[in-house]
Antibody, heavy 123, light 110 residues
């Protein structure tokens, strides 16, 4: 059974750096064709993809946020960490991590999601 | 990066069929058959209901089906039920191996 859970601060101040951890079970990020993605959703708004990390440590970022994002495998083998610099109130959102099943040269689906964690950016 | 375009809302009566469109470009929907659809209830995480345009995860209702023509993908819900009232999002991979979501559609069962 695949499960994922996001953790991190619920409140950050403007200009601070946000660090979120995705702790997962039921799969290994060392297994071929597996990835973990981060997605966010501001209150009442649409989903926005942020970043992906693959089993082979390949990484992809949203072009509009790439300069602020870093995705890495955690020190524990069952964790993925996302950092976002220079936080702003518009970054207030629920942040989700999700398991990606990858296939083809470019393809995959986010088939298991965490419950999400609400991050508020305010002074 | 610009999101895929979906209608803001679609409604239907129980038992009817509804279709939600998802319009992209030749760099995403038009380039790959990797369109996914997600269902999201208020306060809950999204749930994958279709992948690769028209494939259902194991155990998902066959009332959900998908198609694609050119740069537009579609989700059809047949035999509409009260439990189908939710938000629906499409997604696609885009050239450069990035991912993009749709603007979302609120489905109302009348």
């Amino acid at each position: 059974q695949i499960t994922l859970k996001e953790s991190g601060p619920t409140l950050v101040k403007p200009t601070q750096t946000l660090t979120l951890t995705c702790t997962f079970s039921g799969f290994s990020l060392s297994t071929s064709a597996v990835g973990v993605g981060w997605i966010r959703q501001p209150p009442g708004k649409t989903l926005e993809w942020l970043a992906l990390i693959y089993w082979d440590d390949d990484k992809r970022y949203s072009p509009s946020l790439e300069s602020r994002l870093t995705i890495t495998k955690g020190t524990s083998k069952n964790q993925v960490v996302l950092t976002m610099t220079n936080m702003d109130p518009v970054d207030t959102a629920t942040y989700y991590c999700a398991h990606l099943t990858h296939y083809g040269n470019t393809g995959g689906n986010l088939d298991y999601w965490g419950q999400g964690t609400l991050v508020t950016v305010s002074s | 990066q610009s999101a895929l375009t979906q209608p803001a809302s679609v409604s239907g009566s129980p038992g009817q069929s509804i279709t939600i469109s998802c319009t992209g470009t030749s760099s995403d929907i038009g380039a790959y058959n990797y369109v996914c659809w997600y269902q999201q209830y208020p306060g809950k995480a999204p749930k994958l209901i279709l992948y690769d345009v028209n494939n259902r995860p194991s155990g998902l209702s066959n009332r959900f089906s998908g198609s694609k023509s050119g740069n537009t993908a579609s989700l059809t819900i047949s035999g509409l039920q009260a439990e189908d009232e939710a938000d629906y999002y499409c997604s696609s991979f885009r050239r450069g191996d990035t991912l993009v979501f749709g603007t979302g559609t609120k489905v109302t069962v009348l």
